[in-house]
């Protein structure tokens, strides 16, 4: 019997994995695939000679985190990778907005744009490297960060308090008008506040796209040398020699308790896994809660608070093998890892809207990632491994274009929605469909399909929006991995802080565990002396006697 069953092979259930190994902890991880990795897998199915990521790619968050740096993972082979330029923001015009991970080459573009510009992001990035250390901390550490926070408080009030947390809640649209007298710094912060499911109007998302853009500046947008499972396969082979075991193609069906407590858990063969001491989920919490647990197991108002559970904006990808560089008008374009597609804030605020209005956007903001240019080993020489996704409504309730998609999206309606993604791209680089070999199309059912997580194609396990984070993630609460089940614990990005690829809601069930161990340890021990102690005053109370 496994001292912890994990339910996942995802990062999260992985990284929860080997921490709980780490502890002298026996593990068993239990996969549904078929393939370990969960939105960190990749394959050569577009074309035999590329490299094609199938969900994730790029990972600031990866780089910055000190979850995945504590693991060590280059140790089990893992090596990463970067273009040369961060992020490109092209423009039809012909003018670029360029994030590099030189502070001055990014200062450069922005001053291209406006006079000034280049200096405003420079104070931008002062106010970043102060608070860097502490905002990491606090980010990656579980809900309330106490030491963390107590250090962050400090630093904000020497830096200005509450002015500095009133530009972290501002809509970036605000944020870049206050910041920048030019378009491309307002367009780096907004389109990297895109990359959650947050408009240029949403309060917070301004402090969203600053925190991506310095992550960018900081540290880049690296990739996994080879394909982004070589981070699946560095995790696996980590936890493999501390003796965990994974076993994939094994659907949990039910989380079992016994005495209101998780004892371990049922598989669709109908096989019970018993688990000594923790369950660790790393699943969407509303599969959790509303499918793998019992409802007579947990409280009415639970389950009442994930009726509204928001989830984040599905997604429509597409890979491709191009035969050869994509024809950027914007020739800074062609050096970046990750270009984004938008006619300017506008055009994302127009992209967002149509989406609020359940309506598929008909010039689709995209974000297009190029792979070869990042590693090199992605394809042969002169082409490009390249790939693009945009947002769609869950709820389709019409097309903004004039295709009549209605989110049915059967053959017809996804190779219409491929044709309007590669249009978009075809208006930014103009040769670009006669490069490709060939494609490959995934549907936000597509999507749900490979990895059960990715509900109708969210990507980051719920919304980014402020009242679903900290202790609104997943409901109102304590924003701790712990539930209302003892021994069974959150480990997906359900849990605070959230999506992302960096380890943290996993390590954060982990140690939860640990810690519960500990607690129910020591519980024991001081039952047990507290037992004695009463014995022996009732010994010496009978003797006078």
Known sequence: MPDAVVIGAGPNGLVAANLLADAGWSVEVLEAQQDPGGAVRHDRCVDPDFVSDLFSSFYPLA????????????????????????LAH????GRCAVLSREPDETAASLEAFAPGDGAAWMELREVWEALRPDIIDALFTPFPPL???ARLALRLRAAGGLRLARTMVLPVRRLGEEEFRGEGGRLLLAGNALHADLSPESAGSGGFGWLMSMLGQTYGFPVPTGGSGALTRALIRRLARRGGTLRCGE???????????????????GDEVPARRAVLADVSAPDLFGSLVAENHLPGRLLGDLQRFQWDFATF??????????????GEAAQAGTVHLAEGVDGLTRFAAQIAMGRVPDQPFALFGQMTTADPSRSPRGTESAWAYTHVPHRVRGDAGDDGLSGAWDTREQELMADRLEVQVERYARGFRDLIRAR???????????DANLYGGAINGGTTAMHQQL???????TGRPETAVPGLYLASASAHPGGGVHGAPGANAARAALRGQRIGALSH??????????EGRRVRQERPT
Do not use: Y
């Open 317 to 330: 990808k597409v890979d491709w093998a191009l035969s050869g560089p994509v024809p950027w008008t914007c």
């Open 440 to 450: 490959r199309i995934l549907a936000p059912p597509t999507l749900e399909g490979m």
């Open 525 to 534: 021990i001081q039952n047990r002396l507290t037992h004695r102690d009463r």
């Open 90 to 93: 092209p423009l039809l015009d």
């Open 147 to 149: 030491r963390a926070g």
């Open 251 to 269: 659907k949990v069906t039910e989380v079992v308790v016994r005495g209101g407590r998780a004892v371990g858990v049922r598989t669709e063969s």
């Open 63 to 86: 780089a910055a985190s000190p979850v995945l740096a504590g693991l060590n993972l280059e140790r089990e082979g893992l090596a990463w990778s970067h273009a040369p330029k961060v």
């Open 471 to 477: 202790v609104f993630r997943p409901s109102p609460g």
